[in-house]
């Protein structure tokens, strides 16, 4: 009761729980566990919905390379998209540094006041939980909801097409579902350590 308390009138979007692989901490096997997940495309959506439009096509943050990447997808979508970041990184949470925690989170990088520091936490797991599996199921939700953030409109289905779950209670709204987000946007930038390229792509360590 007393979160809900706290809650009221929250504009955030609330988790989305997704089945992803992990590494069990008890065993070190890896097993399906439920992982919740802020949505890029619900964040965009409530910033469209209370903040302004034009501020989130800002492009005075972006580098050349960055703003070349954006216009090229502008091309293609006819329209002015609003720039998103995924950054990914451990952070260190106890005092010798023997346990992480890694952070999946987003950010607006064509802002260039104070909000270019802004981070939007994605997803979090603990490092002992990253299986060789793990950073594959993320990216599959994730991609899923960079999709409709380049659509601009919210998904028809979950993003793995089964049945929407009880906590998806408003995105399974027929007035949520296909409905605008009110701003198109599109992954200009993936920032991460090596460490993080080679557990995501395969890249050589």
């Not at 954006?70 to 023997?98: F, H, Q």
């Not at 909000?115 to 939007?120: E, S």
């Not at 605008?180 to 050589?204: C, H, I, N």
Request: aromatic residues 10%; proline residues 5%; charged residues 25%.
């Amino acid at each position: 009761g007393l979160k809900r308390q706290f809650m009221m009138g929250c504009q955030w979007p609330s988790d989305y729980y997704a089945r992803i692989r992990v590494r069990s901490k008890k065993t070190g096997e890896e097993v399906w566990e439920w992982a919740g997940f802020a949505l890029p495309h619900e964040y965009m959506a409530a910033f469209a919905r209370v903040g302004q439009k034009e501020k989130l096509l800002s492009k005075d943050g972006l580098d050349a390379e960055t703003l070349s990447i954006l216009e090229e997808n502008e091309t293609v979508a006819g329209e002015p998209l609003a720039a998103l970041g995924i950054w990914c990184d451990g952070v260190p949470v106890n005092w010798d540094r023997s346990e992480s925690v890694e952070v999946v989170s987003l950010n607006l990088p064509g802002q260039d006041d104070r909000w270019k520091n802004l981070r939007m936490p994605v997803i979090a797991l603990s490092r002992k939980q990253i299986g060789p599996h793990t950073f594959d199921d993320i990216f599959t939700v994730l991609v899923w909801s960079l999709q409709a953030c380049a659509a601009g409109v919210h998904p028809q289905q979950r993003h793995d097409d089964s049945a929407w779950l009880p906590s998806d209670a408003r995105r399974s709204r027929s007035s949520v579902r296909g409905s605008s987000t009110r701003v198109r946007s599109a992954l200009v930038q993936l920032r991460g350590d090596w460490k993080m390229y080679a557990e995501t792509f395969r890249l050589p360590k």
